[in-house]
């Protein structure tokens, strides 16, 4: 049950101006809705640290982004959070995080996660420490730059999938509950 449907938003905002987030985005609206919905990244704060390490920061990473995004294009109907983030365990393991965050004008949001990717422990030590993962993976994988593509997620599964690839999918989930909203009554307010 895809291709463009009659229904949904006209303007959508990405509370970011990186190009595998906007892309993903860019991806998943024009396959529900067609070419006739504008997209436009703006570059807000998210409200969490830059290395967010915990699920809870990252979503509400995701979710400052969403909100930050709305408030910045007046015509947009949703906005669209994604925060990437790890979320550390008490024993020691660390774990890739994607979350995307869909808020709309009347105040309620929806989040998705996309996989989780088990980290290498020498990794997670550097995480520890205070490096970002963007650099850690950067020293691993010289030449790259693991903020856009194939970003961390490709480096470690040598490119089966893609940083697009990933956040696409916390989209998608994100995007469930307003494809569907007879199925997903208890949608709350943000900030509830």
Known sequence: MTGPSAWGPRTVAVGSTNPAKVEAVRQVLRELFGERV?????????????????????????????????????????????????????????????IAAVADRRGRISHGEGLRLLLPDRMVEALR????????????????????????????????????????????????????PELYPSLAPSGS
Do not use: C, K, M, N
């Not at 915990?54 to 995701?62: F, H, K, P, Q, V």
């Not at 470690?156 to 494809?179: E, H, K, S, W």
């Open 38 to 98: 504008a997209l436009v990244g703006v570059d807000v704060p998210s409200g969490v640290s830059p290395q967010p390490l915990s699920w809870d920061e990252t979503l509400r990473g995701a979710r400052g982004r969403a909100e930050g995004a709305l408030r910045e294009v007046p015509e947009a109907t949703w906005g669209v959070g994604v925060e990437g983030g790890v979320h550390l365990e008490p024993d020691g393991r660390g774990w890739l995080v994607t």
């Open 129 to 180: 420490s205070g490096q970002e993962l963007a650099r850690v993976v950067d020293a691993h994988f010289p030449g790259g730059d693991a903020r856009v593509e194939p970003g961390a997620v490709g480096y470690l599964t040598r490119g089966l999938i893609t940083r697009t690839q990933l956040v696409r999918v916390a989209v998608v989930a994100a995007l469930a509950p307003r494809l569907f």
